[in-house]
């Protein structure tokens, strides 16, 4: 998950409650601590995380969904469709299928660790690859369940940050 900076001109902060719950998690989550959330805490950060979607997708903004194929920064079809956006306390992320991919994706060199039947893991890292070349998107394989979420086991998931519709994004500033 990127850190996110909320230009001036974007408005998701509603109240000065949300902005110092979302400024006290990103202190939290900067010193690498992801605390467990209060459940008004959950709430407030989902829903700047759903804000935070429609200020960025223009498609997103009007109907909820993605316009398809979903790429790659570089314009490269990578998903050519989605399950679901799965909006949780660490942020909001694409779930899909194996089927949907439009890319191979391979193991991230020195992550292969997490996929030894001895290691108690919730995901596998994962990453798509053209040209022989792994790209730098990381892509979570969902092991095991967690309570920040409400992740699949034995699905997919991207940010929405690492990747771009067929539409395109509301503004022409990097959100992040």
Not at 26 to 54: A, C
Not at 85 to 96: N, P, S, T, W
Request: charged fraction near 30%.
């Amino acid at each position: 998950m990127s850190g996110f900076v909320v230009p001036p001109d974007i408005e998701i902060f509603h109240t000065k409650s949300q902005r110092r719950i979302w400024d006290k998690f990103w202190r939290n989550v900067n010193k690498g601590n992801y605390n467990v959330l209060t459940e008004e805490e959950s709430l407030v950060i989902r829903d700047i995380h759903s804000e935070r979607l429609k200020a960025h997708y223009k498609q997103y903004s009007v109907d909820g969904t993605l316009a398809l194929p979903i790429r790659l920064q570089d314009g490269t079809p990578f998903l050519s469709g989605y399950r679901r956006i799965v909006v949780g306390d660490h942020g909001a992320y694409i779930e899909f299928e194996e089927k949907d991919l439009l890319l191979p994706i391979q193991t991230k060199k020195g992550q292969e660790w997490r996929e030894n039947e001895n290691y108690d893991c919730k995901y596998h890292w994962k990453q798509p690859v053209t040209n022989d070349t792994p790209r730098n998107v990381k892509i979570y394989f969902q092991t095991k369940r967690v309570k920040y979420a409400d992740y699949l086991t034995s699905m997919y998931y991207v940010d929405p940050y690492e990747v771009t519709d067929s539409v395109g994004r509301n503004t022409d500033k990097d959100l992040l």
